[in-house]
């Protein structure tokens, strides 16, 4: 071959080869004809063979002259490659029925459960009367939870039927705490008045599980002790919680009750939220919901934490949180608190 002939021949390549490369319609098209022409057997690769039987002289036109179409070629096929890529991914997009203004999907948000609504309520109105958070063990100690609150031996709260046994006998029996006044004597033992505390908390009683009655609930207890703390303090200090809670035109009364560990003691009833005291289902025809237990503190229990009931007195409560969140939420089972099923869960 003469090197008239192989630039001949260049040109010839080039020609060809361009005026494919631009016409092709799609990748694979592209990647046969950069066989074709740069393959181990293409047409280029051929040509270039010859160059070994130049004379050097020859060589060095032929040479430069090769590489160079070998790079335009090279350039051309990946340019129309990549402009095919760009092509095929827009008609696939096209395609698809894709619409972009359609909103995101919800993400789902966790939220309290309506018993933590309900205590954290309770406790944020008993923070603004002065009342410090303060808590005790589940696990007690007969002690703390039933002698230094003057309870008796033979009292049947302390019976098998009421209190779940965690253990009995030597050292000392233990108990699952049956109310959170377990607090008030571990607290009065260590502080001497003025002190005001609430105690929040989980309780256990030996009860089965029906719509009322659960075997784990929760309480706040609370007590206040200084010098002349009376009956007087306890319903005004009630009074203005129970307006924090339910509203400004609640109104509470007090029913003599007994209980070991307070002496006056009272149940304190509200009046009926629901019908304002004309009587409905809710409060069995009444107008008045029993809410919770009170009374002054026993000079006993006083006495049993190391104070002087000379010197000083107190009162002290406690409520149910299921009680009172079943009443804020109108929920009629105390099961739906337990059964964590996200529909009523969803609702608060
Ligand atoms: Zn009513």
């Known amino acids: 071959m003469t090197l008239q002939e192989f ?3 260049c040109a010839q390549i080039q020609r060809e080869y361009t005026e494919k490369i631009t016409s092709a319609a799609d990748v694979a098209s592209v990647e046969e004809l950069r066989v074709a022409a740069l393959g181990r057997k293409g047409a280029l690769t051929e040509l270039l063979k010859n160059l070994k039987d130049f004379s050097i002289e020859d060589k060095k036109t032929a040479g430069p002259l090769g590489n160079a179409l070998k790079n335009t070629l090279t350039q051309a096929i990946e340019e129309k490659t990549a402009a095919l890529q760009t092509k095929e991914l827009n008609e696939q997009l096209n395609r698809v029925d894709l619409d972009l203004t359609l909103p995101a999907r919800p993400v789902p948000c966790g939220k309290r459960h309506p018993l933590s ?12 009367l002065g009342f410090t958070w303060a808590e005790g063990p589940w696990v007690e100690d007969e002690k703390h939870n039933f002698d230094m609150l003057n309870i008796p031996k033979h009292h049947p709260a302390r019976d098998a039927q009421d209190t779940f046994f965690a253990q ?56 206040y002790v200084d010098k002349n703390v009376s009956m007087a303090d306890l319903k005004r200090d ?20 007994f209980f070991p560990f307070t002496e006056p003691s009272a149940e304190v009833d509200v009046k009926c939220v629901f019908c304002a005291g004309k009587g409905c289902p809710v409060c069995k025809g009444s107008g ?8 002054v503190v026993h000079p006993n229990v006083l006495k049993n934490c190391g104070i002087d009931p000379e010197k000083y007195s107190g009162y002290a409560f406690g409520m149910g949180v299921e009680r009172l969140a079943m009443m804020m939420m109108n929920i009629n089972d105390i099961r739906a608190f337990y059964e964590n099923d996200l529909r009523l869960l969803n609702q608060f």
Do not use: C
């Open 288 to 295: 008045w919901i029993e809410m919770l237990g009170a009374g």
């Open 7 to 9: 630039k001949e021949n």
């Open 238 to 257: 009630l009074s203005a919680f129970m307006k924090g809670l339910l509203g400004d035109k609640t109104e509470i009364r007090f029913r003599p009750s």
């Open 168 to 223: 009995t006998g030597s050292p000392v029996s233990m108990v699952l705490r049956t109310h959170t006044s377990n607090v008030q004597s571990r607290y009065m033992e260590k502080h001497q008045p003025p002190l005001r505390i609430m105690a929040p908390g989980r309780v256990f009683r030996n009860d089965s599980l029906d719509a009322t009655h659960s075997p784990v609930f929760h309480q706040i207890e609370g007590l």
């Open 117 to 128: 609504v309900a205590q954290k309520r309770m406790t944020d109105i008993l923070s603004k």
